[in-house]
């Protein structure tokens, strides 16, 4: 089963800031996921709430922002005082720590709340300018994003995120033309979720902070978590796989 770091290392680094992108990029695990919204001026930034507020010392949303102002913010000391001063990052910014790495890259695409528009084939062609297409999960709870992304970025997996418990997800997932479904820890604790996998739905579940979850989405058979804790998690995987050899 995969893991890949939700938000970066973000158990102990302000969460989708270069510091945790950096602290995963050294870690063995899968991949990294990141959310990505754009200021009002254009520019495309990494940060999982539509507002700041609860990440930074500003107010206000990133859709009416200009970068420049949000640069002068700092994203870290909500965490920790030792993370003052960290800035938001560009998602090139990002992206580029990765470049030689060997982790996928899953970029959640929001505009479920703003709608962005054109936003995806903006975060498509800076994938391609870095040369790291072949590299990226695409995913969005705003599934008509989810359509556009199959259409413009057909080479890549798209994935549906789901936030509620649904029945028949793997139909619905083959209605808007993908196996790949990303929903919650909780909904996993629903039967219709095994019948689902066992149907040949790709599941990847967010967000699996615990040993005893990570072995009971094993046995369901999930394709991969995205975790807060991704050097416990892999920590123990390895632990896990050494126990049975």
Known sequence: MKIFAHRGASANFPENTLPAFEEA???????????????????????HDERIHRTSNG?????????????????GSWKDEKFKGTQIPTLEEVLLIFKHTHHVINIEIKTDVVP???????????????????????????????????QKAANNITGALFEKILVNLHAYGKLIGTDSLHISLEATK???????????????????????????????????????????????????INSSS
């Open 116 to 150: 962005y528009e054109g936003i995806e084939e903006e975060v498509i062609a800076l994938v391609s300018r870095l040369g790291m297409s072949n590299r990226i999960i695409y995913s969005s709870f705003d599934h008509t994003m989810v359509e556009k992304l199959l």
């Open 59 to 75: 107010k206000g949303h990133i859709a009416d922002l200009n970068f420049e102002q949000l640069r002068k913010l700092d994203f």
């Open 190 to 240: 629903r039967g219709v979720i095994r019948d689902d996998v066992s149907k040949g739905g790709i599941f990847r579940v967010y967000t699996v902070n615990r040993e005893e979850d990570y072995d009971r989405m094993e046995a369901l058979g999930v394709e991969a978590i995205f975790t807060d804790y991704a050097e416990k998690m892999m920590n123990y995987r390895a632990s896990k």
């Open 25 to 47: 990029a050294r870690l063995a695990v899968d991949g990294v996921e990141l959310d990505v919204q754009r200021t009002k001026d254009g520019v495309l930034v990494v940060n």
